[in-house]
C-alpha cells in the first residue's frame, strides 16, 4: 500500500485574487442596487379609510396638509396619494400629538406652517388622533390638487 502524497500549496497570484474579488462584486451588485432603491422613494401613506379603520396601537404612515400647529397638537387634513409627487384633498381631519423631542428627517418644527405637506410615522390612538414618532417635511417635493 502506498500513502497518499500530501498535496503542495501554490500562492495564488493577486491577479487572481483581485478576480474573484471583482466577479463577487459584480454579482452582488444587482442586489445591492435593487435593496437601495427600493428606499429611496417616498413612503406610500395610508388612505384615509385605511386610517379611519385602524386600531389603536397600530403604526401609521400618513400624508397631511398641516392646518394648524399649537403647542404639542398638529391640526391637519389627510392626504391621498395619487402618485409621488400629487397628492389629493380627502376633506378628513386629524388631531396628532407633536411632542418638541419628535425626530424630523426631513425640515424641522419651524416648517409647520399652515399648507405644510408632511409625511407622519405615528401610531394610532383613538378615532382620528395618533401620536407622532417621526415626521419628513416634503413641501418642496409634493403637490396638492
Partial sequence: MSAALPVPRTASSPYANRMRYSICFVLLWPALYATAAAQM?????????QFASSSTGQNVILAVRVNRLARTTLDA??????????????????????????????GSMADLKPGAIVFVYGVATTSGRADVKKVVVVTAYARVE
Fill in 41 to 49: 422613494g417616498p413612503p406610500i401613506p395610508m388612505t384615509a379609510s
Fill in 77 to 106: 387634513e389627510l392626504l391621498e396619494r395619487v402618485n409621488d409627487s400629487l397628492y389629493k384633498k380627502t376633506g378628513k381631519t386629524v388631531a396628532l400629538y407633536l411632542p418638541e423631542e419628535t425626530p424630523f428627517v426631513m
